[in-house]
């Protein structure tokens, strides 16, 4: 498959090195398309323009699915294609990063473990969404009723989580005194550094309390944030792929052209030197965080909720209506930003027309379906904090109103025209109780609000943001998504 690859697109950048060069020095979690289009090709473009040896073991350990890509690029020697779609025109790039990939279902948990207590590793980063760090939103502590978690305590040697696998590994280091490793969180999670720190070290602590106490002292957790639309692959995006490039690549991902990665210089066994290729080596990145989080992050799930109510498939069709498109740019400006604490250079007005063109690229089929994927995890660092923040300084925050209540009629299950919605969230049966006993009422809004792990005490009991989301809920049920939004 790779002398197809290569050879079929011919006019295609492509690696001028095999795996051979590189060296398994990062393990990665969650071989998504996210990590595809990002940190394996910023770790890529480094090995264009340098002699470095840096190459990844990819590793998957959820689905089948998960497991089915993971063959798909063994058959292809690790390579696979990344497509840049701009607003005019498509770069197709052939990725050689990767020199080896594993699952559970294939090579088995002990050999994945293994592999991540390898002297020759140095990092292990991870792409496993907000929900894969097992963390009770509500407390910001190890969530010990989660299933995984349960399952890692009673058979600690065989995990199902990435933390299990991170804390077995981090264990065979520690007996066979090797040297540590950094932990590197690339999700869109705030501070994803130390939560994956304090996520791995609770449940160390409940396994061995000599090993916790090596990771608290050895082990590096940088922060990091990471930036760019990354559609999940379709038929229709596979096709277009295979089209350009002369061949079919079941590998393949579609990402918008621009790119950003801030990280924590806080390495305890080497690093790529990524900055070489854009990436931003800093002491702090919470303000970059914070930024990206409430002004990208908390409008793509205003849009999505919004937009799919309001019938729209993509947040590029969400921009071809003016209301959506000024209902954003005000959100970012007037009700996100005053809550953030950002250096005096940043101009976090040309940011917010930034964000607005990625989100018109017509090129980009970003489902607004896909965005609102787990919002249970998601609201509070996107939209919630924010809103504690301005009912602290008593000012106006009516757009993040209507984004909560948008998110409370999604996960009603049934869309404007009484159509399904296949909500996926890990608190969806909770939801379907909810509305089974409620239905499409405002009598939902108290009730939803009552659930801890997404909107805490404070929030639930303060009567101003209870009657906020409850008007704007009823105003949704009343005119519906599009007229709520042109009232904004």
């Not at 060296?23 to 990590?35: D, Q």
């Not at 890529?44 to 840096?54: F, G, I, P, Q, V």
């Not at 939803?448 to 949704?476: H, M, P, R, W």
Request: with cysteine; proline share 4%; hydrophobic share 40%.
């Amino acid at each position: 498959m790779e002398n197809t690859i290569v050879t079929a697109a011919i006019s295609v950048p492509r690696p001028n090195w095999s795996a051979d060069r590189l060296t398994t020095r990062i393990v990665h979690l969650g071989c998504g398309a996210f990590h595809r289009a990002h940190q394996a090709l910023y770790t890529h473009h480094l090995l264009e323009k340098t002699d470095t040896d840096w190459g990844y073991c990819e590793v998957n350990l959820m689905s089948t699915q998960s497991a089915k890509l993971i063959e798909e690029l063994k058959l292809q020697s690790m390579l696979y294609t990344v497509a840049e779609k701009g607003q005019d025109c498509t770069e197709l790039k052939i990725i050689g990063s990767m020199k080896e990939a594993m699952h559970p279902l294939i090579d088995g948990v002990n050999a994945i473990v293994e592999k991540m207590a390898n002297p020759s590793v140095s990092i292990i980063s991870l792409t496993v969404t907000e929900k894969g760090y097992c963390i009770d939103p509500a407390t910001g502590h190890l969530d010990l009723k989660n299933s995984l978690i349960i399952q890692d305590l009673a058979t600690p040697s065989t995990p199902r989580s990435a933390l299990g696998y991170i804390t077995a590994a981090l264990k065979l280091r520690f007996e066979r005194q090797l040297p540590p490793v950094t932990i590197l969180s690339c999700d869109n999670v705030r501070e994803n550094g130390h939560i994956a720190r304090e996520a791995v070290l609770a449940l160390a602590r409940l396994q061995d309390t000599a090993l916790a106490q090596w990771i608290d002292d050895n082990v590096t957790f940088p922060c990091t944030m990471v930036d760019r639309i990354v559609p999940a692959a379709t038929e229709e995006t596979l096709t277009e792929i295979a089209q350009l490039l002369g061949v079919a690549d079941p590998c393949a991902i579609a990402c918008e052209p621009f790119r950003q990665w801030v990280i924590e210089d806080n390495f305890v066994n080497g690093r790529p030197d990524w900055d070489l290729v854009g990436a931003q080596f800093v002491a702090d990145v919470v303000p970059f965080e914070m930024m990206k989080l409430r002004m990208l992050n908390g409008s793509h799930s205003f849009l999505a909720y919004l937009g799919y109510l309001g019938g729209y498939a993509h947040i590029s069709d969400t921009m071809t209506n003016v209301d959506y498109r000024n209902a954003a740019r005000a959100l970012m400006l007037d009700e996100q930003v005053p809550t953030l604490t950002m250096p005096e250079e940043t101009d976090l007005e040309a940011y917010a027309d930034m964000l607005i063109e990625r989100f018109t690229n017509p090129s980009l089929k970003h489902q607004t379906w896909q965005i609102a994927m787990d919002g249970s995890q998601k609201l509070p660092q996107r939209l919630l904090d924010s809103i504690a923040w301005h009912i602290e300084n008593g000012t106006d925050y009516r757009h993040l109103a209507l984004g909560v209540a948008s998110w409370m009629r999604y996960v009603s299950g049934i869309d404007e025209k009484g159509q399904p919605i296949d909500i996926r969230d890990p608190l969806s049966d909770t939801f379907a109780a909810i509305y089974e006993k409620d239905g499409l009422s405002i009598g939902v809004v108290k009730e939803l609000l009552a659930i801890k792990s997404i909107f805490g005490d404070k929030l639930s009991k303060n009567s101003q943001f209870v009657e906020n989301v409850t008007n704007a809920y009823q105003q949704l049920l009343t005119v519906g998504a599009r007229a709520a939004v042109a009232t904004l």
